[in-house]
């Protein structure tokens, strides 16, 4: 640090609530009036791991709040270049270099193959998944993309491109410390790559500390965090649709709707035709819509149904 640096330690400049938002629309939905079981279900476990990724990120979070270093912290960023998005869990800025940060709070063990190839077990149960360096790689791409094109000439965005390896570097934290991590057989790039949360301040030190490191100051430092906290965007997301499109799936929505009744030589009186006359939606009032069930356990049923749906999920059965 210089003699006249002001930056003495940690700088939150973005902090996010998002997960913690979306865990109180989920735990509401939850808690309404009773739905299907299949999106019962589906709401239970995403809100189990939604509140594992919160306790992840808040460990991430504690670690980076006590570094003894300045740096500039942005939480939960997401990036933009020409249709590629980069949602970034944690982005920090030091003197030095620029860190992309993945969080995961992985569940059972993690065992990364010779090929790179992650893969979790559970007690008996096995599954590969999506490698997070890969994610932690293109989160990477976009950002380089993202500076190259605001770079001045060719020869600017040449300088940018050849240094942007020592600059900037991706790392995979996971933050449930009961996992076990099995990487000694892991290419020597991803095991660099992969570290627990207790140990991400000595990695961001030793990371400043190598000999390719350069210290580009404290005006470059503030002048990069309000660049990226800038190009940051708002994602606009409906942290329910997911939920409102499986209980369209289970409820028959989107089915085929029948404007008249089934013609029938025999049915000629008023009466009998009385039975077809839409009737009014019992939640809102509208004047229904006869649709068949196209899934789920009463396919090929009739039914009356709000024509409001799904603001309005009013639904009469049809006896034959």
């Given at each position: 640090?210089?003699?006249?640096?002001?930056?003495k330690?940690?700088?939150?400049?973005?902090?996010?609530?998002?997960?913690?938002?979306?865990?109180?629309?989920?735990?509401?939905?939850l808690?309404?009036?009773?739905?299907?079981?299949?999106?019962?279900?589906?709401?239970?476990?995403?809100?189990?791991?939604?509140?594992?990724?919160?306790?992840?990120?808040?460990?991430?979070?504690?670690?980076?709040?006590?570094?003894?270093?300045p740096?500039?912290?942005?939480?939960?960023?997401?990036?933009e270049h020409?249709?590629?998005?980069?949602?970034?869990?944690?982005?920090?800025?030091?003197?030095?270099?620029?860190?992309?940060?993945?969080?995961?709070?992985?569940?059972?063990?993690?065992?990364?193959?010779?090929?790179?190839?992650?893969?979790?077990?559970?007690?008996?149960?096995?599954?590969?998944?999506?490698?997070?360096?890969?994610?932690?790689?293109?989160?990477?791409?976009?950002?380089?993309?993202l500076?190259?094109?605001?770079?001045?000439?060719?020869?600017?965005?040449?300088?940018?491109?050849?240094?942007?390896?020592?600059?900037?570097?991706s790392?995979?934290?996971?933050?449930n410390?009961?996992?076990?991590?099995?990487?000694?057989?892991?290419?020597?790039?991803?095991?660099?790559?992969?570290?627990?949360?207790?140990?991400?301040?000595?990695?961001?030190?030793?990371?400043?500390?190598e000999?390719?490191?350069?210290?580009?100051?404290?005006?470059?430092?503030?002048?990069?965090?309000?660049?990226?906290?800038?190009?940051?965007?708002?994602?606009?997301?409906?942290?329910?649709e997911?939920?409102?499109?499986l209980?369209?799936?289970?409820?028959?929505?989107?089915?085929?709707?029948?404007?008249t009744?089934?013609?029938?030589?025999?049915?000629?009186t008023?009466?009998?035709?009385?039975?077809?006359?839409?009737?009014?939606?019992?939640?809102?009032?509208?004047?229904?819509?006869?649709?068949?069930?196209?899934?789920?356990?009463?396919?090929?049923?009739?039914?009356?149904?709000?024509?409001?749906?799904?603001?309005?999920?009013?639904?009469?059965?049809?006896?034959?």
């Amino acid at each position: 640090m210089g003699l006249f640096d002001t930056i003495k330690g940690p700088q939150i400049l973005k902090k996010s609530n998002r997960a913690k938002e979306q865990l109180v629309a989920m735990e509401e939905l939850l808690a309404a009036a009773a739905t299907h079981p299949k999106v019962v279900t589906a709401l239970e476990n995403d809100i189990t791991a939604l509140k594992s990724g919160i306790f992840g990120e808040e460990a991430i979070l504690f670690e980076l709040k006590h570094c003894p270093m300045p740096l500039f912290m942005l939480h939960d960023i997401y990036l933009e270049h020409e249709g590629l998005g980069a949602q970034i869990d944690f982005l920090v800025v030091t003197r030095k270099r620029t860190f992309v940060i993945e969080c995961k709070n992985l569940y059972g063990n993690l065992t990364v193959n010779t090929q790179g190839e992650f893969v979790r077990s559970m007690g008996t149960r096995r599954e590969g998944i999506y490698s997070p360096v890969t994610q932690s790689q293109r989160h990477l791409e976009v950002l380089k993309r993202l500076r190259m094109d605001d770079k001045g000439n060719a020869l600017t965005k040449r300088l940018f491109e050849s240094a942007f390896d020592v600059n900037y570097k991706s790392v995979v934290v996971l933050a449930n410390p009961k996992t076990v991590l099995n990487a000694k057989f892991a290419p020597k790039v991803i095991r660099e790559q992969v570290i627990r949360a207790d140990g991400l301040i000595e990695y961001i030190r030793k990371s400043n500390t190598e000999r390719d490191a350069v210290d580009h100051g404290e005006k470059n430092m503030i002048a990069l965090a309000e660049y990226y906290l800038a190009k940051h965007v708002e994602p606009k997301v409906d942290y329910l649709e997911k939920y409102k499109r499986l209980a369209a799936e289970v409820e028959g929505a989107g089915v085929e709707t029948i404007d008249t009744p089934p013609y029938s030589d025999s049915v000629d009186t008023s009466q009998e035709l009385a039975k077809y006359a839409p009737p009014k939606c019992p939640i809102c009032g509208s004047i229904m819509i006869r649709r068949t069930a196209g899934k789920g356990a009463n396919v090929g049923k009739e039914f009356w149904g709000c024509p409001q749906f799904p603001k309005c999920r009013g639904v009469l059965n049809i006896r034959g």
